[in-house]
T-cell receptor, first 113, second 115 residues
Framework: GAGVSQSPSNKVTEKGKDVELRCDPISGHTALYWYRQRLGQGLEFLIYFQGNSAPDKSGLPSDRFSAERTGESVSTLTIQRTQQEDSAVYLC???????????FGNGTRLTVT | AQTVTQSQPEMSVQEAETVTLSCTYDTSESNYYLFWYKQPPSRQMILVIRQEAYKQQNATENRFSVNFQKAAKSFSLKISDSQLGDTAMYFCAFMRPVGTYKYIFGTGTRLKVLA
C-alpha cells in the first residue's frame, strides 16, 4: 500500500512568509510525528499526535510553529513569519500504534531566503 | 531527560567487510526500545533493527545485528558483508513506552561503503 506522503517535496520561501507543510500518513496509523532535520544534523522532535489524545507539542521551537491533525488523517505543519534558521528538512512519520515501527515520508526541504 | 549519543560522525568500510557503529544513551528508565534507522541519499528513513530493553538476546536482521549492553547503556550496530547499498546515514533512536511515545534520535553516523 501507499507509504507516508509529504508535500511539497521542496519549498523555497522568502523570509517573513508563512508556509504550510502537509503529511498524509499510512491509512490506519494512529500515531503521527513531525521532526526537523537541519543540514548534517540529527532529527529534532517537534510534535506528536496519537489518536484523539491531546498532542505533545513540547518540541515546537517557538509560537511561530503550529500543527494540526484531524482524527487519524492528514496533518499540516504551519510556520508563520519564516526565518532563515527555519531552513531544514521536515520529516513526518506515522505508526500503527504506540510501540510499532515508524514509517517515514521523504520529507519537505524548506529553504528560507 | 533521555539523550542519545553517536560519537562517530563518519565511517567508511570496504565492500564485504564488517563495520560497527556505536551508540550510547542515557536514561533512568528500565523499560524502553532502541532502534537503528538508515537514511540513504533519497532521504527516506528506513528501520534497520529494533531491540526491546527487557530482552537479553541481541536482535538480528540478516546482515545487521546489535550488541546491546544494558548496564553500559550501549547499543552498537554491526553490519556484516557490507554492500554498496549500505551507504547512508545511520541514526540510533530511543523510545520509552510511557506517556508520549517520543523517539529521541542521535546525530547520526555517515557510513560510506567503498568498492
Amino acid at each position: 500500500g501507499a507509504g507516508v506522503s509529504q508535500s511539497p517535496s521542496n519549498k523555497v520561501t522568502e523570509k517573513g512568509k508563512d508556509v504550510e507543510l502537509r503529511c498524509d500518513p499510512i491509512s490506519g496509523h494512529t500515531a503521527l510525528y513531525w521532526y526537523r532535520q537541519r543540514l548534517g544534523q540529527g532529527l529534532e522532535f517537534l510534535i506528536y499526535f496519537q489518536g484523539n489524545s491531546a498532542p505533545d507539542k513540547s518540541g515546537l521551537p517557538s509560537d511561530r510553529f503550529s500543527a494540526e491533525r484531524t482524527g487519524e488523517s492528514v496533518s499540516t505543519l504551519t510556520i508563520q513569519r519564516t526565518q532563515q534558521e527555519d531552513s531544514a528538512v521536515y520529516l513526518c512519520a506515522s505508526s500503527l500504534g504506540q510501540v510499532t515501527p515508524l514509517h517515514f515520508g521523504n520529507g519537505t526541504r524548506l529553504t528560507v531566503t | 531527560a533521555q539523550t542519545v549519543t553517536q560519537s562517530q560522525p563518519e565511517m567508511s568500510v570496504q565492500e564485504a567487510e564488517t563495520v560497527t557503529l556505536s551508540c550510547t544513551y542515557d536514561t533512568s528508565e528500565s523499560n524502553y526500545y532502541l532502534f537503528w534507522y538508515k537514511q540513504p541519499p533519497s532521504r527516506q528513513m528506513i528501520l534497520v533493527i529494533r531491540q526491546e530493553a527487557y530482552k537479553q538476546q541481541n536482535a538480528t536482521e540478516n546482515r545487521f545485528s546489535v550488541n546491546f549492553q544494558k548496564a553500559a547503556k550501549s547499543f552498537s550496530l554491526k553490519i556484516s558483508d557490507s554492500q554498496l547499498g549500505d551507504t547512508a546515514m545511520y541514526f540510533c533512536a530511543f523510545m520509552r513506552p510511557v506517556g508520549t511515545y517520543k523517539y529521541i534520535f542521535g546525530t547520526g553516523t555517515r557510513l560510506k561503503v567503498l568498492a
